[in-house]
Every structure is written in C-alpha cells, then in structure tokens.
C-alpha cells in the first residue's frame, strides 16, 4: 500500500532551516548542521538513506525548495534526493505557475497549479504505478519545504512523519509547526546515530 510520508530534518528548537534563508543559502545561517546525518558515513545513516530512496514512488516538493534545488547552486550528481543511490523518483511541485525553463532536465518533473490535494493525488498515481511495475509497495514522500508538510499535516494528507532530529539550536529560522492543526501521533521508531535522532511517527 501506498502511503504518504512526511520527512524532514529539524532542529532541536523546531525549525527547518536557520535564519536568512534565500537563493544562495537555502538552510539559511548554520542550517547546513540540519542535514549533517545525510552526508555522513555513518553505516546506518547510509542506511537510513538507502531505505528511503529505495521506497520513494514520487517526492511532492513546494515551489520554493524546487527553485532551491533547481538553481545554480542546487542540486548536481554529488547532491541531490538519493544522490548515490540507484534510480530516481519522479518530482511533483505545487506551485501557482510552472517555471518557464528547468536547470535539472534529467529528472522527471511534474508541475501542478492546483493545490497540495491534487500535488498529492498526482504523486500518489505515480507512485502506485511505479509499485505495480516493481512488484514492491512505494511512496509518496514529501520532502519539504516547512510550509508545504505543516499544509499536508493541517489537511491530513500525511499517513507517516519522518522527522530527522539534529542536536542543534538555531534559534531562528522557518519554524516546522507554528500554527499547526493538532494531531496524535503514534510514535513508530527511534533511531540514534552518530549525528542525529530519527523518529518516526503514524499519523492519526
């Protein structure tokens, strides 16, 4: 069965990303330390990683992460959504108008101009027939940004949240849940590394 995960990295004071984020700093002041665990070499962060690829159907991603990871200082063979990894899952943006041109041409890009329901619905179908061609359940993962998985949370569109905990304290920054609709969570694992605490929770 398909289902719909929310997965990010946060700070231990809630955000997202550090203060100032923009175009040539997309995490913004000392927001790199969020994303440590996705670079380390540590076996079972590597795991960690090679998992969630290897179940990703289809990745949903707001128009502001898409520009990030599309723009020059974006996302190459080095970094990217599973970089290393084998294969790579089709991308829906929610967006109010599609870019005129992207950077990224080798990546399967899908534009949708009417709202996180449909963005999800249309990663959904991509993501249950890539399962029936591979013969294995996969997922819809929505990647971030902030706004775009507390709007997927508020709406209850969210089956499972991935939440990567990084031991520092930004202080400022895009908060992950300000204002959110409240929601029970069952927690599901805890995952220590060398670099972060990944916890995973379903959704009620």
Request: aromatic content about 6%.
């Amino acid at each position: 069965m398909t289902r719909i995960i929310a997965d990010i990295s946060v700070s231990l004071d809630g955000f997202v990303t550090g203060p100032d984020p923009g175009p040539d700093s997309g995490l913004g002041t000392g927001g790199d330390a969020l994303h440590t665990w996705a670079f380390s070499d540590d076996p079972e962060e590597r795991r960690l990683v090679r998992e969630a690829t290897a179940r990703s159907g289809a990745v949903v991603l707001g128009r502001r992460l898409f520009d990030l990871v599309d723009g020059p200082n974006g996302w190459n063979d080095e970094i990217g959504y599973g970089a290393g990894e084998v294969g790579k899952p089709p991308f829906v943006v929610v967006t109010s108008s599609p870019p005129e041109s992207v950077r990224l041409t080798d990546l399967d890009w899908t534009f949708v101009t009417t709202g996180l329901p449909d963005a999800v619905t249309a990663a959904r179908e991509r993501a249950e027939a890539a399962s029936a061609d591979s013969g294995k359940d996969l997922d819809v993962v929505l990647m971030g940004g902030g706004a775009t998985i507390r709007s997927a949370l508020d709406a209850g569109l969210v089956d499972t949240l991935m939440l990567h905990l990084a031991p520092v304290v930004l202080g400022a920054g895009t908060p992950l849940f300000t204002g959110a609709v409240p929601r029970t969570l069952v927690q599901r694992s805890v995952i220590s590394t060398s670099t972060a605490t990944h916890l995973c929770y379903d959704v009620l």
